[in-house]
């Protein structure tokens, strides 16, 4: 504890210190000839008569710069950026206003050539891309181009994961994004810039290690506008999708409401090997067929008050339905040998159905007291799940029996934070606290009593505070955090108070970003510790029933993993590299154990590890040929484990290599055809050796009517080449899986926009995170 004090006064020592020599001040703002912030443009000092350079720095995303201690001597200031005519300007001190840049123009032979900005741009931990002016703005969807950027992993079911940190939080013009449909629902070329932020500082919840930030176009006109959206995939069958938006807007006054429809079809072939090693060793070997169908329905309605530049409110309530079916169905067939004997001969089949609502409320005030910034934002959460099993086992050598089961399961959250920004010297100090407040109850049962019912319930609470300062030093930026999250978490079974099972957590997460020049690179190091919590499934400690060979259960005494990342990027033109290094304490995993007196049954349960270390390794190029653009991008990961295993201690240390390949070609009539191919080695993954697949994919789109219709063609796993697969370690178990996924397929989309005004709404949520592990 006294080490953190020292660190905060160190800190405040360090932001006293840096406001000295504040009235000797030269400041301004850069913009283009569209009046458009430019931001990272190159800002130098010379002192006349000899041009000795003084200092340098880089404008902030507002186009904004400013130095201190700059004397009284004259100088001269030098702007400049890629793309556009270097600005010379005599100056002394004080605020030289707005300044603009010119686009540069080269003749070539009777052509004329307008440079544009670079793709990539770098600065502290973030990694910004201007979407605008570039072939990214005709590429598609949001989608089409995060999966273009550094870094960024989307998959077929449009999941957005940042390589090596996770899912990251996504926002919209400072509003999260909370459905990722809303990415195939925003055009390319309403895009600006996207902004990624590899290691998120003291602002952001302990457990968010990746934010993705959206910059559109400023929308223009009132009235009512939106979108109309329709999906069909076939892929052994046709599933279907269907979505409006709609948004009125008036002055400074927004009401908008969306609704979606939906139905998900997925075909899966399963083999498994597994092998327990108890008193007896048992082999079961089993062959699945399952086939999932789902509905899901989700509604949205909202209204957003701009009173001026300086205040706002606004409110949301989201529904989350499976009002139709959620349904998947199981067919089994077993050889089981016990000793190497031959035991049973079984086949089952196996019913689930889910039922899952949610009701989710944000609400938000952002405004501006003179310099200081004010964002505060409440989120209100309730939801049931209810998953249903009906399972028939027919056995040949043994008894056969039907096992009927319910889980249910009810939470609700409610939370707040406030985060305030006032300008110190050249810098930004930001400061702010959330609070948090969960309860979660589990209950099972089963008709048969083959499982005992049971009850359990969780809560907790969680109060955080934290402040961070970034400020431009010369040519590098320097940006310092610190975050407290004070947890306490109790664990109830039948509404009794387990108090072995219930703690308290007291945690300190330091953040630190330093960006800098090395030589024609743009470079950065950041470090941050960050967590991640338990979902409250995995701390539900009730047995549940899967089949007559596997029960599974969470863990109440699960800690939630810490996690210390120190990254280094670099980047020069079109090409970007990535080196991380991650030690994760108590580390999560999924592991399998013998259950009962005889030992057959598998119970699938989560443990912590003592520790995991990762490295992770990144290196992209998007070059530009004429009509054709490329990116490739190469991953490595390697981790550095330990499990026991039957006869012993083993080491999980085989490194993965990812690659992706996207093509992106710009045919005659504004066509856009893409190839897309993906590919990972085999290694190992957590507790598994996980086998090798590639998939190819190829698109077309094309838009109409001024870019309001838009049209996307896709087929996806030509080559049907997608498989999941390996072996998965523990102490008393070995388990041998393949999956085949029905992931071949067609897909086409239709999405018609019109006054494609976009929302104000500036609400950023309360508690992200904490809503995703319900």
Not at 621 to 626: I, Q, T, Y
Not at 732 to 756: A, H, M, P, W
């Amino acid at each position: 504890m006294m080490k953190n004090i020292r660190f905060v006064k160190c800190l405040l020592v360090w932001l006293s210190i840096s406001t000295v020599g504040y009235a000797q001040l030269l400041t301004g703002r850069v913009i283009d000839t569209d009046k458009r912030p430019v931001d990272f443009a190159n800002v130098i000092l010379l002192l006349l008569p000899d041009s000795t350079f003084l200092q340098g720095t880089i404008t902030d995303e507002k186009g904004n710069f400013s130095f201190q201690n700059i004397g009284d001597n004259e100088k001269n200031l030098q702007i400049s950026y890629l793309g556009y005519e270097t600005l010379n300007l005599p100056c002394s001190q004080g605020d030289l206003g707005t300044l603009v840049l010119h686009p540069a123009s080269i003749m070539l032979e009777e052509a004329v050539v307008i440079g544009h900005r670079p793709t990539h741009v770098l600065k502290g931990n973030s990694l910004t891309t201007n979407v605008e002016h570039t072939l990214l703005s005709n590429i598609g969807t949001g989608s089409d181009v995060l999966k273009r950027i550094p870094g960024i992993r989307v998959g077929q079911d449009r999941s957005v994961e940042v390589f090596g940190k996770g899912a990251p939080l996504v926002y919209i013009n400072n509003r999260l994004v909370r459905d990722n449909q809303e990415l195939e629902q925003l055009s390319s070329n309403e895009i600006v810039k996207v902004e990624l932020i590899t290691n998120p500082g003291a602002e952001y919840d302990a457990t968010v290690k990746a934010v993705l930030r959206i910059k559109t176009a400023k929308p223009v006109g009132e009235g009512i506008g939106g979108y109309a959206r329709g999906t069909g995939n076939y892929m052994d069958g046709w599933t279907h999708s269907q979505q409006v938006k709609l948004n009125y807007r008036k002055a400074g006054f927004d009401v908008f409401g969306t609704v979606r429809n939906a139905t998900v079809m997925q075909k899966q072939d399963e083999l498994i090997q597994m092998a327990l090693y108890g008193e007896k060793q048992w082999n079961i070997d089993d062959k699945a067929i399952i086939d999932l169908k789902a509905k899901n329905l989700t509604v949205q309605v909202g209204s957003n008050f701009v009173f001026n530049e300086n205040h706002a409110i606004g409110m949301t309530y989201d529904l989350t339905r499976s009002p139709y079916s959620n349904d998947m169905n199981l067919h089994q067939d077993y050889n089981v040998y016990r000793d190497g004997l031959f035991y049973d001969q079984m086949n089952s089949f196996i019913s689930m159905l889910k039922r899952l609502t949610t009701h989710k409320v944000n609400a938000y005030y952002g405004g501006k007291i003179e310099k200081l910034a004010i964002d505060f934002n409440f989120d209100y959460l309730y939801g049931t799940n209810k998953n249903g099993q009906y399972t028939v086992e027919n056995s040949l050598e043994q008894e056969s029996r039907t096992v009927t089961s319910l889980g249910k399961a009810s939470y609700h959250l409610i939370a707040g934070k406030l985060l305030l920004s006032y300008p110190i010297a050249v810098g930004t100090l930001k400061i702010g606290t959330e609070m948090n407040q969960t309860d979660r109850k589990d209950s099972y049962s089963n008709e048969e009593n083959v499982i005992n019912s049971s009850e359990s319930r969780t809560e907790e609470r969680k109060i955080a505070g934290f402040a961070s300062y970034g400020t431009p030093i010369g040519k590098t930026y320097l940006d310092l955090g610190l975050r407290y999250e004070f947890t306490k978490f109790d664990y109830y079974e039948n509404e009794k108070l387990s108090v072995d099972q219930s703690r308290k957590y007291s945690n300190v997460f330091p953040s630190l970003s330093f960006s800098f020049p090395l030589s024609v690179l743009q470079s950065s190091l950041s470090y941050t510790a960050k967590t991640v919590r338990p979902l409250y499934s995995q701390l539900n400690g009730n047995v549940q029933y899967s089949n007559r060979f596997m029960y599974t259960q969470g863990n109440p005494e699960l800690k939630p993993q810490t996690i210390h990342d120190l990254t280094f990027m670099s980047g020069y033109k079109f090409i970007q590299f990535s080196a991380s290094y991650q030690y994760v304490k108590d580390f999560i995993v999924n592991q399998r154990e013998p259950y009962g007196d005889e030992g057959s049954i598998a119970l699938s349960m989560w443990r912590n590890f003592r520790k995991n270390e990762r490295l992770n390794l990144m290196l992209s190029a998007s070059p530009k040929f004429n009509f054709w653009e490329p990116s490739l991008s190469l991953f490595y990961t390697q981790q550095f484990l330990e499990t026991q295993y039957k006869d012993g201690m083993i080491k999980l240390n085989n490194p993965v290599a990812y690659l992706t390949f996207d093509n992106d070609f710009m045919l005659p009539g504004k066509y856009v055809f893409s190839v897309n191919i993906d590919y990972h080695t085999a290694g190992n993954v957590g507790v598994e050796q996980q086998i090798s697949s590639y998939s190819v994919g190829v698109e077309l789109r094309k838009s109409f009517f001024d870019d309001k219709l838009l049209v996307n063609l896709k087929g996806t796993d030509l080559f049907h080449t997608i498989r999941m697969g390996g072996i998965q370690y523990s102490r008393f178990c070995t388990n041998i899986y393949k999956d085949t996924y029905n992931s071949r397929g067609v897909q086409i989309s239709l999405t018609y926009r019109f006054n494609t005004s976009r929302s104000k709404y500036r609400g950023t949520g309360a508690a992200n995170e904490e809503m995703k592990r319900f």
